[in-house]
């Protein structure tokens, strides 16, 4: 059981990290790496992803409105402590809403909580469909294996990732990597347009 909640939980996490990464480089009109860590996952996904897989017997009982207000509620919750610990420890900002309406402190907003609201909705009723029996239905031997492969993995680069931060330092591999990103979004976006810069435009608001 433990391997297979590993595993959906690296999943989703690397789901919400092509997720919110897709959002932010749209949003700015720029290739936006949004990850905490070097691999490309974002843990605070996975780790809400989880929680509503434990009470998925109680979510089922829920209306599609119901799923997006806790997913609105729970992104709140979780958005706030986890950027004030961050920034905290590591002395950075991995997101800042302080232009958006209605915002606390930069670190939770409006907008955002109402994106995390369509997010568990899609996670619960498209995502989940599939995503939980491809990983329920492996067998335990092959999940144990895959589980513990991937455990050493995370482990190893949140380690990394938290010392690279502590001392500063980015690995050349991945500055590498994010420039080939953002050459191939600048190819596809030559003009830099924005969702941000389109809202400012028609709404006047996100200055």
Known sequence: ?????????VLTAMIGYIYECTAMTLWSG??????????????IYGVGCVIG???GNV???????????????ASAILEYPTSYIMEKVFHERWWDYSIAPL???????????????????????????????????MDLFYARIIGSLLAFV??????????????????????????????MV??????????????TAKTGMFK
């Not at 190893?156 to 502590?166: G, L």
Request: aromatic share 18%; glycine share 6%.
């Open 1 to 9: 059981m433990i391997a297979r909640i590993f595993i959906y939980f």
């Open 30 to 43: 720029k290739w936006d790496n949004r990850g905490f860590l070097f691999g490309p996952v974002i843990p």
């Open 53 to 55: 897989l434990v009470f």
């Open 59 to 73: 979510i089922e009982d829920y209306t599609m409105a119901q799923v997006f207000f806790a997913g609105f509620l």
């Open 103 to 137: 915002n606390i402190q930069g670190r939770v907003s409006l907008l955002s909580s109402l994106g995390f609201g369509i997010a568990a909705v899609i996670i619960v009723y498209v995502i989940n469909i599939f995503l939980v029996p491809v990983v329920w239905e």
């Open 154 to 183: 995370f482990v190893t680069d949140f380690v990394y990732s938290v010392y690279c931060s502590k001392k500063h330092i980015v690995p050349a591999y991945y500055d590498r990597v994010n420039d080939s990103v953002g050459s």
């Open 186 to 199: 600048e190819r596809i976006n030559p003009n830099g347009r924005s969702l941000h810069s389109f809202l």
